[in-house]
């Protein structure tokens, strides 16, 4: 593979860090153009340090905005900063992995700039999946997925013509088997005990809830162009079947491997190829000796179903459903409210929105901007 070159939207996160330790044991194999992060100046500084970037960019008011540091090391700031980075040709790929909508622009710069896109951010294709996969097909950019669902997908897909069904695997999270009074009364910290995944807070508490489900079946449909009748979500608590996908003759073709964010991030980076980077144990079927699966229990977790019935409304509906989701996670997370209410406040925000059909980006900020100011109001009623 030619030296790719490669920036990183949030590096100094959960992806963002896995992302760099996989171009550490791949050194020969990417050159790394910028970093990008948001308060996290200090480690962004020591990542700046290590990996030699020609930019970091940081979220974070600093002095040192625009001077040059050390080594020629330029630093940017904020949302300008970002659509530096995304515009500037350089780069053969952009890994957009940082939190929330914040990765929506930035990612459709670097599409109109011709730039491939390595995609963690969810936010991305659930406010804006009409729009970005038009414009990904327009000027010609791969938009290959992060998340190990998706990744797995797209590595089973060899003739998407002939693939009749997607088929989602979900772990369950920490209350799989639970009742639905404990994860009623659950605490930050239980919702916090993913027992497969290490993961940012906001995504963790999408994954007790299954809203993460949610949010993965909408992508899909956005990915792969599948409708929502044809994706299913299959409970799998061993998280060693990534996903899968069934054929219109019957066979199943799924992609399996050991729990690690590391592989579908490495694949996402040097796709099409593929190298003995941060593997590190041999995959054993005797060592894992079963799999389960089961079907989701939908009165347990009614965010699944939420999340189809938002996809199938299309327009703005989904954006909807992540802003109030978004921030009903920031209030259980800050104790304001409980596990369960966000689910019930999201639900509100979703029967009470107004719908726009095919909305401009300038639509799908507004709509979120509503939907955040209108969940916080109703928030501050729990205290
Ligand atoms: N973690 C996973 O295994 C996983 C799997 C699949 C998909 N994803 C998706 O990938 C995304 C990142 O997840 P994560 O778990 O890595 O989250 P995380 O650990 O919370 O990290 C979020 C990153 O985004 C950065 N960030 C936040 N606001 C920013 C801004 N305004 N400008 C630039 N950077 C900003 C953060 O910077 P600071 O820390 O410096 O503030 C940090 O680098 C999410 O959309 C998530 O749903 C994650």
Redesign the pocket.
């Known amino acids: 593979m030619k030296k790719r070159k490669i920036s990183i ?8 860090r896995q992302a760099l330790e996989v171009i550490e044991k791949l050194k020969d194999k990417f050159e790394i153009i910028a970093l ?5 100046i200090e ?2 500084k020591k990542q700046a340090e290590k990996f030699k970037p020609k930019y970091i960019c940081s ?1 974070a008011p600093s002095p040192l905005c625009g001077e040059s540091l050390s080594d020629g090391l330029k630093l940017l700031q904020g949302s300008e900063g ?1 659509e530096q980075i995304c515009s500037n040709n350089e780069n053969d790929i952009i890994l957009v ?4 909508k ?2 929506l622009r930035p990612t459709l710069t670097a599409i109109k700039n011709g730039i491939d896109i390595a995609l ?4 991305t294709l659930v406010m804006a999946g009409d729009i970005v996969m038009c414009e990904a097909k327009k000027y010609g950019v791969n938009i290959i997925p ?3 669902e998706h990744c797995a997908i797209h590595q089973c897909i060899k003739n998407i013509n002939q693939v009749d069904k997607l088929i989602i695997t979900a772990s369950g999270g920490p209350f799989l088997h639970k009742s639905i009074d404990d994860m009623k009364n659950a605490t930050v910290e239980q919702a916090l005990a993913h027992p497969r ?1 290490n ?5 963790t508490v999408d994954s007790a809830t299954l809203m993460n489900k949610g949010l993965e079946i909408i992508e899909a449909h956005h990915l792969f162009g599948f409708d929502y009748d044809n994706i299913e979500v299959i409970v799998h608590p061993q998280s060693i079947v990534h996903s899968a996908i069934e054929y219109v003759d019957g066979s199943v073709i799924a992609q399996l491997g050991l729990p690690s ?1 590391h592989i579908p991030i490495q694949y996402a980076i040097t796709y099409p190829e593929r190298f003995d980077g941060i593997k590190s144990k041999s995959f054993s079927f005797a060592e894992i000796a079963r799999l389960d699966f089961e079907k989701p229990d939908y009165d347990k977790f009614p965010t699944v179903k939420l999340a189809y019935e938002m996809g199938r409304l299309g327009g703005t509906a989904t954006v909807c459903m992540n802003a109030a989701n978004e921030e009903a996670v920031f209030a259980f997370l800050d104790g304001k409210i409980k596990l369960y209410n966000i689910y019930e406040i999201t639900k509100k925000m979703c029967d009470e929105q107004d719908l726009i059909q095919n909305p401009s980006i300038d639509e799908i900020f507004a709509v979120d901007e509503q939907t955040r100011k209108k969940t916080n109001e109703y928030i501050a009623k729990f205290s």
Do not use: P, Y
Request: with cysteine.
């Open positions: 939207i949030g590096s100094t996160g959960s992806i963002g990008a992060g948001g308060n996290n480690l962004l979220n970002l992995a940082c939190s929330g914040v990765g963690a951010n969810k936010e992060v998340d190990s995944w993961m940012g807070k906001k995504i964010m």
